[in-house]
């Protein structure tokens, strides 16, 4: 697939629907479209984590940028306001590429200006680099344009916001949008700043108008910058929050990213994995109220939480080798461990943990497990077995929202008006998918759980020989209850009551996960069935189309979005989960490898060439999946397509 667009007359729609992110591994980044239009509340040139991973703020929305010749000027920048596009820069756009770092090509005739953005690793600071590859010298005007807002909110005109400037030499300035506002800092290698003053207003954002949200918003210039640039001649822009982080040489700073980004590639020499890889490091980052390593779930909007970060890390950092990283995560959440449980949503400075999650704990033991799988290290959970202990006593106890394993050794959970699985939605009071009572996917995860502990126990030199006992009693119940006649399995059970048996992937995950409860031929019926239901190219749909709550698409105001989030949506991690189960119950054999790979093509090509390049996006449309919905890039979308790759290719 090419990591390189070449844009032949170029339409404004169809690469504005193309969006790239830097990161900067403390939770800011830097996003946008390939036009240069923005297109959501989340895009900005300088969105900065306040407290990493958290309290970002949007600070510079983005930059106007006018070329200007002995004979023309005319605009690299490109706005959609209400009803009008306006410059038009996207059309002298002639390519794009992705890697190592998002850079656009520009050219007019004998004029041809590139533009390259990074961010510096660990700070919130953006590079813009401009570079005059021509055959003349231009003189290039850019105007930044300034917000200041949380990144989930609008910013707009007001009095308040005075955006005082103070030129702290002749070639930075330092900013204050506000009274209480973050102060911004810009410097420029070359040029003259002159004030201009001025507001922009009504950006419209179309696919915050697709959502049914406001999509308008006002920016603020100070001036613009203008400069000279003789050919082969560059100039960088730069935006931080920090004055100390403005200086050195932009020069190395590039080098120095090129060279990060390189060395996150692995030893394998399958292009698609060393890429995914390399994308799924923009997950990871520093939190520091804990002073420790966690991944966010998914940008542009999620930050970290237990379940997805449990999920995702498997691909992303435990298959790609990355121990330090992986004991640095799983110490933290163990840190947080209470009634048994570790959060779901992390805590922030001064914020208490929140543990609504079945599943997060579950997931745990399934991380710990494929950990020692990879790093054989005895030492470091021998070091945790003693919380794991916790964990299996508290759950036969009961916990958090009737979390408890009834008579016939089921886990149960769940109250009225409490989301616990990972299918979540949640809209005015109501929650679309309760699942209260014994779900598929947490009985087998409860399985994994146990089995998992009585391995390392065994491993450790002291096997648990009670729980040995009630790991067979669970996988007899496991098949005496979710089994349905029809050969698939239940979605959620209540013993002494009639089952849901609505056809759903959760059930995957009793085939997928290292240890089964069901035979060979159980989980073969399984495969059969979801891939007959529910697979798609892109993902698993989250509802049979046969049920009649099944909703074809993904789209609309909040209310009907997540009314389809979890009935029928396609959900891209699934791909991954399904391409491991389809791996196990065909032995690992070459054909079955051969197998996955063929079919990883589609989202292949979706990480390459559509909605967020070198990423996949989060869900796509129940009926005739193309289009990238939700957030563009998803930490457990990317790491289980990873990890499925990996094993389809050793």
Known sequence: MARHFIVHQP???AISG???????????YASSTISGANTRRYHGLLVAALDPPTDR????????????TTSEEFFLSTNSYVGTVHPEGYQYLSSFSRMPLPKSVFSKGKHTITKTIWMRYGQNTTIVEYSNAGEESILLDVTPLLVCRDY??????????????????ARSLEVKAGKESPLVYISFTQGIYYPEPRWYRQFEYAWEKERGLDAHEDAHSIGRISCMLAPWETVYLIFSDQAEH????????????????KALATSRKERFINDLAISGDQFLVHRQSSDSDTLIAGYHWFTDWGRDTMIAMRGLVITTGRKDVAQSILRTFFKYLDGGMIPNRFPDQGETPEYNTLDATLWMFVALYEYYEKFRDAEFIRGLYSKLTQILYQHYKGTRYNMHVTPEGLLYGGEKGVQLTWMDAKVDGYVVTPRIGCPVEINALWYNALCIYVYFGKELGSPPTQYVDKAKDLQQAFRKYFINPSGYLNDVVIPGQAPDGSIRPNQIYAVSLPFSPLTRKEARQVLELVY????TEYGL???SPQHPDYKPEFTGGPWARDNA??????????????????????????????????????????????????????????????????????????????????????
């Open 246 to 261: 403005m200086e050195g040489d932009p020069v190395v700073w590039k080098e120095e990213e090129e060279l990060r980004l």
């Open 565 to 650: 989030y979890h009935q029928g949506t396609v959900w891209s991690h699934l791909w991954g989960e399904y391409a491991l189960a389809h791996l196990k119950v065909h032995g690992y054999s070459e054909e079955a490898r051969q197998w996955v790979r063929d079919h990883s093509r589609t989202l292949e090509q979706h990480f390459y060439q559509d909605a967020g390049l070198h990423a996949i996006s989060e869900n796509f449309d129940g009926e005739n999946p193309s289009q990238g919905k939700g957030c563009i890039h998803q930490a457990w979308s990317v790491g289980m397509t990873l990890l499925a790759l990996w094993h389809a290719n050793t």
């Open 152 to 169: 989930h909110s609008l910013f707009h005109e007001d009095p308040r916001w005075t955006f005082e400037t103070k030129s702290l030499d």
């Open 541 to 543: 749909r989250s509802l």
């Open 18 to 28: 193309k969006e790239w992110l830097v990161t900067n591994g403390i939770g800011g």
């Open 532 to 535: 007959e239901h529910l697979y």
């Open 57 to 68: 703020r949007v600070l510079v929305s983005k930059v106007e940028e006018k070329v200007i």
């Open 11 to 13: 339409d404004a729609h």
